[in-house]
């Protein structure tokens, strides 16, 4: 059973900068693929970014492709999002999510554990 943890979440100016982490536990973290993903209210939750577990390949979503950034640290058992240029559309819950399986690029009904989320809050 792996459990993830976000932090990081709170109130931006719009421009400005946050990083998100996710804390997950067991050992084989480092061979899980990773991925963010974040709901606004009213609205599905849509997929943001993911790494493989080697940290060498990721994917972002068109809408924040060049503003958000994701990294991991496996000895620490971490995943970042360092989200810059922040925009009042950004608001949501953000989860991270991990994929057991190892993909390179994982789809979204490929991940099998969740977070509880983190807040993130845009203003404008």
């Known amino acids: 059973q792996v459990q993830l943890v976000e932090s990081g979440g709170g109130l931006v100016q719009a421009g400005g900068s946050l990083r998100l982490s996710c804390a997950a536990s067991?050992?084989?973290?480092?061979?899980?693929?990773m991925g963010w993903f974040r709901q606004a209210p009213g609205k599905e939750r849509e997929f943001v970014a993911s790494?493989?577990?080697?940290?060498?390949?990721?994917r972002y979503a068109d809408s924040v492709k060049g503003r958000f950034t994701i990294s991991r640290e496996n000895a620490k058992n971490t995943v970042y999002l360092q989200m810059s240029s922040l925009k009042p559309e950004d608001t949501a819950v953000y989860y991270c999510a991990a994929d057991r399986s190892g993909s390179d690029y994982p789809q979204k009904s490929d991940f099998d554990y969740w977070g509880q989320g983190t807040q993130v809050t845009v203003s404008s």
């Open positions: 790494i493989n577990w080697r940290g060498g390949r990721t």
């Open positions: 067991g050992r084989t973290f480092g061979s899980y693929s």
